[in-house]
């Protein structure tokens, strides 16, 4: 088993997932094989009942649905490759439904909110201007975090206020910023200059947001930052720096643009993902109503 799960790893890289994925699904086929060891299963004896008792045990353990389902997605893609490389003769997965996943709409920050979180760092030390930088670059063009921090100097375009950026497949897109991501953006980079921070890399240029200590940031570091700023808000709910993605497209489509520009900038490859923010945007509409129309409740 542990062949041919290094097998399938590897094909994950070929394929550019990323690297939250492999690690998931690594974890995924290791509690798998752990599961046959124990029923003394072997690979060749996996049927759609031993995958049905192995999510079943998933199950007992108090995981939730979406993470018993990506195992089994997990599952299934790695027999489809054993069934490739004819290791199988068939998938046993094909035969399992995967479990019925409650609806869950993007959270997404008000107009006002996401102003208040972006504008929070205010200082003039490479700290703050690097924060706010990252902060308005986030809301302004919705990036992924693994994009933003993958960036380096030579995908910006300051003067045309366009970034271009490398995502999922490594799918290349250009992405515009506003304004206020520019200027905050200059102020990083005149500071982060004079500092003299962030060493050329070999194969990726040199890196747009530097720690203190001149390293390239991680996506935990974006992560630990917007937690940081979001202790400061009003608001007690939990806000992630895909919060910031999800305000950009809903606040976009509340104000007029096209589902089609939208999935474009976001760089979904389906437009049925970016069709989500639609549910998002008529939800906010009839609250709206609610609280406006004299005639909305009795």
Known sequence: MEEYIGIFLESLRNKSASRHTISNYERDLRQFAEFLDTSKTPLTGVDHIVIRDFLGSMYERKLKKSSVARKLACLKSFFKLMVREQHLAANPADLVSS???????????????????????????????????????????????????????????????????????????????????????????????????????????????????????????????????????????????????????????????????????LGHSSLSTTQKYTHVTLQHLKNEYDKAHPKARK
């Open 99 to 265: 479990p019925k996943l409650p609806k869950q709409l993007p959270a997404f920050l008000q107009v006002d909110e996401a102003a208040t979180l972006v504008e929070l760092p205010q200082g003039a030390s490479l700290k703050d201007r690097r924060d706010r930088a990252i902060l308005e670059l986030l809301y302004a063009s919705g990036l992924r975090v693994s994009e933003l921090v993958g960036l380096s100097d030579h995908q910006l375009d300051m003067p045309q206020q366009l970034v271009k950026v490398l995502g999922k497949g490594k799918k290349e897109r250009i992405v515009p910023f506003g304004d206020y991501a520019g200027r905050a953006i200059r102020d990083y980079l005149e500071e982060r200059d004079r500092l003299g921070l962030g060493d050329t890399e070999k194969d990726a240029g040199r890196p747009l947001f530097v720690s203190l200590n001149g390293h390239r940031l991680s996506s935990r570091d974006i992560q630990r930052l917007v937690a940081r700023f979001r202790l400061s808000l009003p608001s007690s709910r939990r806000i992630t720096p895909h919060t910031l993605r999800h305000s950009f497209a809903t606040h976009l489509l509340e104000r007029g643009a096209d589902l089609r520009s939208i999935q474009e900038l």
